[in-house]
């Protein structure tokens, strides 16, 4: 439950035993949302008019037995984050100031060759010749100052081919060539669930999206994600990467369901509505663990609508959530909501051993033993809990979206160290599973409070590190033991 994993990010196509790493990709925000409710059928010639207006071109091999077209649009930065479009932006200011300027060299041409052509003074139908000339020129001059990209517009056209709904996109609009990201070039794409394909909106922004219909076509949802953040979440607690595996995440088996809560409308913020919708998607999965790398602080602590839902996800569906303690440390009792002021949440705390501090952040005297993270959130909470649970590694270098045009980066916080105690816990998982031994979240939280090895001897810095570094080969036994209880 996150910002959106890019299905498309190195070390997220397969797990270990090659099934598909990624399951589903859901936009729990609506901000992707596309209103595809208006019906157009193709002419003569096999083309349909858009909802942008644009004529487009139907690919005739695509199967439409109806032969009713759905159409949409949608502005693209509308599902972009802040900064690709930023980079877009410069990117289309750079062939615009070209292009103006060849216009401007072109007009200035026009001029000189009327005004050597003509001499003064004109006749009344030459000087406004001239003046048409001049002011040509003098728009193109200004027009430079004014420019305003709001970014292209996306039709998208929906069917129905008789098994499954299909999803085309014209991204012309994106594209540098003139006959590329044609509607009809499409591949086009269904429920993300189904086939687990995704689309890359074009070369330049190299941003890739799934999309999902509902409502019996009349909505299509295009899932990109708001931040790099779930991706590289994703990675530390799963990445499978065959040809270097020293880049895997923690548990390269596990297979994952990416649910965005971040939405670009709100500066990738989540809403207690995309919180619903990410559990009931937990719960339709039948998933086995949660990780929320996602939290702010809260009035009231274990209290609210999303507490009583997660609740019930814990006790009733038996899923085991785990999420981050928070950034707003080294002071006490400033541990985020919900991962470290929730009981049914397992809280994650930041720590860091001596060799990342070496490595990671080029610390000249690194600490002799490891240590929570100076801005690792503490407890207790308001109502007197630990806050902490456990700790867990608070950095890591993951992949990260394509549209960054780079593979991986280096991300240091309890969203990290969340990902890689969920990570540890699903190997956890697996070998209860394997060894027949009940799991529930009441169990795996014994086990990995119980067995957690201790960060400090000092008693106050349990409000700092929890129960202490998670150990998952302990953890293991423990829970082998207790079977026999």
Known sequence: ??????????????????????????????SGDVDTSKVVKADADGAIVGASGARLSVNPSWKNPSQEW????????????DTLISRLKKERKKKWDEENQEAISGALKQLNEFEKKHSKPYDAKLKKSQEDLQNRLDCLRKQ?????????????????????????????????????????????LTNYRIERKFGIFSKLDACSFVANVYDDGNLVSIVTDCSPHATHVAGIAAAFHPEEPVLNGVAPGAQLISCRIGDTRLGSMETGTGLVRALIAAVEHKCDLINMS????????????????????????????????????????????????????IGIGAYVSPAMAAGAHCVVQPPSEGMEYTWSSRGPTADGDLGVSISA??????????????????????????????????????????????????????????????????????????????????AYEYARQAKKL
């Open 1 to 30: 439950i996150d910002s959106g994993v890019d299905p498309a990010a190195a070390g997220l196509q397969k797990t270990s035993d090659g099934k598909p790493k990624i399951l589903d990709v859901i936009d729990c925000t609506g």
């Open 70 to 81: 759905r159409v949409g649009c949608k502005l693209v930065y509308e599902l972009f984050t």
């Open 144 to 188: 430079a100052d004014g420019f305003d990209d709001r970014g292209p517009v996306i039709d998208v056209v929906v069917w129905h081919d008789g098994d499954v709904w299909r999803v085309a996109v014209d991204t012309q609009g994106l594209e540098d060539k003139k006959d590329s990201g044609k509607l009809a070039d499409f591949v086009p």
């Open 294 to 345: 996602y939290g702010e602080p809260a009035l009231l602590p274990d209290y609210g609508r999303f507490i009583d839902i997660v609740n019930e996800v814990v006790d009733k569906h038996r899923i085991i959530f785990i999420s981050s303690a928070g950034n707003n440390g080294p002071a006490l009792n400033t541990v985020g909501a919900p991962g470290g002021t929730s009981s049914s949440i």
């Open 393 to 474: 590694p608070g950095g890591a270098v993951a992949p990260v979206p394509t549209w960054t045009l780079q593979s991986r980066m280096l991300m240091n916080g309890t969203s990290m160290s969340s990902p890689s105690a969920c990570g540890g816990v699903a190997l956890l998982v697996s070998a209860m599973k394997a060894e027949g031994i009940p799991v529930s979240p009441y169990t795996v939280r014994k086990a990995i409070e119980n067995t957690a090895s201790s960060i400090s001897d000092a008693p106050e810095e349990k409000l700092t590190t929890g129960h202490g570094l998670l150990q998952v080969d302990r």
